[in-house]
């Protein structure tokens, strides 16, 4: 007798029908997922039955939402992972909708990303719980995160735990989105956060950054890595006012950079201030300062710098700052230096106390400090200024310190004291001053009285003038003034010739324009 090696008939028949209930799940899968248009049934993205057709949401990486009604029901919550290549809200769609990723939930966009043309803003939001979860928005590929449209990450609400996140990978993008990283209500809690990774970029997006509600709650945070980019955003840092809470971040890692972005970094009071922080951006073979570019700098924050390099101004806007640049930071580091660049002219009213000096390369950098000879606008460092760059202001380059803040103007470069240089007068103290042949030392003679009616440099330390030399102040093309200076007297002082400033210049009435500084050691 043959053996019988086959299935007994029972478990066949169970195995069999195993099979079509799987393959039946499989093509449910299939249809069940598409590109489907809100229908105003529900308030759950996760329901058939809220999409037409209802055969299924959308959930698939070539899937489209399209939002084209003005609803009822605008509150949309996310309640299953869900991924999409894109979310389209159409001419029709004029009610604001507020779609919201439920707490441990992800939606992922990878395909185009988000087109909205109904003329309204649309919203986005990443929710968080007491269990200490939070919701999350991935970008992949090429995904960018569309125009008139707001993203809220909340923060966390537990201690030791964090908020929502937005995140963007690959090469997408923010595009023109109002971003919001809120900061904690709860001591020990973190904010919300914006990440940018890959080759990413924060597109021409506007990033606020909110600080902590209560003593110990941390802020918001949007932090670049990778080789990301900042674009043309806006990025905002804002302090709080409550002591003991923490202030909102901005931060530049591993080999990112600003670009042309706009920086402002706000101090609001008792609380920490607002921030942006270099210190762990990587020093590479092709970047050896470790160096970050952004667009501009303004507020009356904090900027930490570790060990790297700052440039400012490569959106060419005319910025102030009246906070603390300084070394160190959350990956700590010290000899932070920073570098002007572009057209427009960058104010330092504070006192900055980092150590790697200053380079001014383009456009103009002043430095009005209010307490002249103590607060140094440019910490302990040199200051070089570079052929078609100009330094001035009315305030203190060094803080009076000797051997602190040498100041050299090479040539093509110029030195203009005063708040705003040419058309200002003001007294401008620095460390050892160097004028090398061919660079243009210019002075606003206005009347007898120095730093109010006429310029005045006072530089504590040498001058570096081992022969006579003859300095000579134009007007309109008229010679007005000579100034002669030698080891033996160096105090440089410019008296006007006989008529000139008069006749030629007139209502000038300055008889006197010196600079000033102790014997040369």
């Known amino acids: 007798m043959k053996p019988n090696l086959g299935f007994p008939k029972k478990a066949h028949t169970s195995l069999f029908l195993s099979i079509v209930v799987l393959l039946l799940l499989s093509m449910q899968s299939v249809i069940f997922a598409g590109s489907a248009s809100w229908n105003d049934t529900g308030s759950d993205w996760n329901t058939n039955s809220d999409w037409t057709p209802n055969t299924g949401f959308p959930n698939g990486p070539a899937d489209t939402a399209t939002f084209n009604l003005a609803n009822t029901f605008t509150a949309v919550g996310i309640s299953a992972n869900t991924e999409v290549a894109s979310i389209t809200f159409s001419n029709l769609a004029t ?39 939070e919701g999350v928005i991935d970008f992949t590929n090429s995904a960018t995160a569309g125009s008139n449209t707001t993203f809220t990450n909340n923060a966390g ?41 890959n080759t990413s970029t924060a597109g021409s997006a506007t990033i606020t950054n909110n600080g902590g509600t209560v003593a110990g709650a941390f802020g918001g945070v949007t932090t670049f890595f990778d080789t990301s980019k900042a674009g043309s955003a806006t990025l905002i840092a804002n302090g709080v006012t409550v002591a003991g809470a923490g202030g909102g971040t901005i931060r530049f890692s591993f080999s990112s950079t600003g670009d042309t972005a706009s920086v402002d970094v706000e101090n609001k009071g008792a609380g920490t201030a607002g921030n942006l922080d270099i210190s762990f951006e990587s020093k590479t073979v092709s970047n050896p300062t470790g160096n970050v570019t952004i667009g501009s700098l303004e507020g009356s924050g904090n900027v930490f710098l570790g060990g790297n390099n700052l440039t400012v101004g490569s959106n060419n806007l005319s910025k102030t700052f009246s906070g603390v640049i300084q070394d160190g930071g959350i990956f700590g580091g010290t000899g932070g230096s920073l570098t002007k660049t572009g057209t427009g002219t960058f104010t330092l009213t504070g006192a900055n106390i980092y150590t790697g000096g200053t380079t001014v390369n383009a456009g103009s950098l002043f430095v009005n400090t209010p307490k002249n000879f103590t607060d140094s606008g440019t910490g302990t460092g040199s200051v070089t200024v570079n052929s078609g760059a100009t330094l001035g202001g009315s305030g203190s380059i060094g803080g009076g310190v000797i051997g602190n803040g040498a100041v050299t103007v090479n040539s093509g470069a110029t030195l203009a004291p005063g708040p705003t240089g040419d058309g200002s007068t003001g007294i401008l103290r620095t460390g050892a001053l160097t004028l090398v042949s061919g660079s243009t030392f210019s002075v606003d003679l206005e009347g007898p009285i120095a730093g109010t009616n006429y310029d005045q440099v006072f530089a504590f330390g040498r001058f570096p003038l081992w022969m006579p030399i003859w300095l000579s102040i134009s007007c309109r093309g008229f ?23 008069k006749d030629r210049c007139s209502p000038k009435t300055a008889l006197l324009s010196r600079l000033t500084m102790p014997p040369a050691v």
């Open 479 to 501: 010679l007005l003034a000579r100034i002669c200076s030698s080891w033996r007297a160096p105090v440089l002082s410019a008296e006007c010739l006989p008529g000139y400033l």
């Open 157 to 197: 609400t537990v201690s030791g735990v964090g908020g929502g996140f937005a995140r963007f990978f690959n090469t997408s993008t923010a595009g023109n989105a109002t971003i919001t990283n809120n900061g904690a209500t709860v001591s020990g809690a973190r904010g919300g956060e914006t990440n940018f990774l």
């Open 95 to 133: 009610n604001p909708y507020t779609i919201t990723v439920n707490p441990v939930i992800f939606l992922t966009i990878s395909g185009t990303g988000i087109t909205n043309n109904s003329g309204t803003t649309q919203n986005f939001v990443t929710a968080v719980n007491g269990s200490g979860n």
